[in-house]
């Protein structure tokens, strides 16, 4: 059975930075992708990184420069540094898991980023 587990949200100060983690199961070399979603309110759900089996990166646009995905394959984790935050990033983040079939979702974790 597939699980992902977010963490590492919080409340922080614009400009300020925070590192999600999500741990996966069972391994995520089982996973053709897997990567970072957000949804802030009253908006769709919107990509923000991922991450292939074989370590190329994909961002969205706008947040190139300042977030940046990471897989540890010996701990089943993936990772997503987010630095000089902006209260326009405030949103629930989502990890997501592909396996070529299914695309899996974490239960999500909350990012607040106060002006």
């Known amino acids: 059975q597939v699980q992902l587990v977010e963490s590492g949200g919080g409340l922080v100060q614009a400009g300020g930075s925070l590192r999600l983690s999500c741990a996966a199961s069972p391994s995520i070399g089982s996973f053709v992708d897997m990567g970072w979603h957000r949804q802030a309110p009253g908006k769709q759900r919107e990509l923000v990184a991922a991450?292939?089996?074989?370590?190329?990166?994909n961002y969205a646009d706008s947040l190139k420069g300042r977030f940046t995905i990471s897989r540890d394959n010996t701990k089943n984790m993936v990772y997503l540094q987010m630095n000089n935050l902006k209260p326009e990033d405030t949103a629930v983040y989502y990890c997501?898991?592909?396996?070529?079939?299914?695309?899996?979702w974490g239960q999500g974790t909350q990012v607040t980023v106060s002006s």
């Open positions: 991450v292939t089996r074989g370590g190329i990166t």
């Open positions: 997501a898991a592909h396996d070529s079939t299914y695309l899996y």
